[in-house]
């Protein structure tokens, strides 16, 4: 992870109590009883866990990357992944000054959060690689009706209609960074630009981010219940 980010996710924590007070006040988020409880991982979102007078709900922070996030739920949870339910997502703040999603808690059989980094034992392993197997199977059965990232603050131009589109579009938008930065020779880059050429008929899918430490296991004795 980046420098930037870690520091991006530390700041977000600092004012974590002053956002979700802002939410409350707009009416996005329904009035808190008790303390606030902090689920960060140190990566650059912040996850918090609180009890509001509707329910528990879970909130994410991140500075970017929210309402994508939102949609790759909606569409996972149509292929039957099991995915917390989001309440609202959106961006909040002076010149959008932070993302937000706020959400069920996916809880085990005890009514608990399952605890982040805990080794799997060797009784479990086979039972969770299956499972994440499958469901990341049905992650791939979402298909996107474009190429490029989904439609976000930081993204609202990258549509392409095709695998062709794409590459010619990164390609054109780094060339600088690639010679001048990575050192790549123009005769090398001239190979890369061959990849705007392929005919294979690629399909666009949902494939960034499928697991990492946010996406929580939930362990339940001897099965896993969501991720």
């Not at 990232?149 to 062709?164: F, I, K, Q, R, S």
């Not at 990575?182 to 705007?196: A, T, W, Y």
Request: one cysteine or more; glycine letters at 8%.
């Amino acid at each position: 992870m980046a420098l930037n980010e870690q520091l991006e996710g530390k700041l977000l924590l600092e004012q974590s109590d002053h956002i979700i007070g802002e939410l409350v006040v707009e009416g996005i988020l329904s009035k808190i009883l008790g303390k606030p409880r902090n689920l960060s991982t140190g990566l650059s979102a912040v996850i918090i866990d609180v009890d509001t007078i509707e329910g528990r709900r879970v909130i994410k922070l991140r500075r970017s990357g929210a309402l994508s996030e939102h949609l790759c739920y909606e569409q996972w949870s149509k292929q039957g992944v099991p995915v917390p339910h989001i309440y609202s997502a959106g961006y909040y703040g002076v010149h959008t000054e932070f993302g937000y999603l706020i959400m069920d808690p996916v809880l085990d059989s005890s009514g608990n959060l399952a605890k982040l980094g805990y080794e799997v034992d060797s009784n479990q392993r086979n039972a969770v690689e299956q499972f994440l197997g499958t469901q990341l199977a049905k992650m791939h059965q979402a298909k996107a009706d474009h190429f490029g990232g989904l439609v976000d603050d930081e993204n609202t131009a990258v549509t392409a209609a095709n695998w062709n589109e794409y590459i010619n579009y990164l390609l054109e938008k780094n060339q600088d960074d690639l010679l001048q930065i990575c050192g790549i020779r123009p005769e090398e880059f001239d190979l890369m630009k061959q990849l705007i050429d392929l005919t294979y008929s690629f399909s666009a899918v949902y494939a960034h981010g499928d697991f990492g430490i946010y996406s929580v296991l939930i362990r339940n004795v001897t099965s896993v219940d969501g991720v």
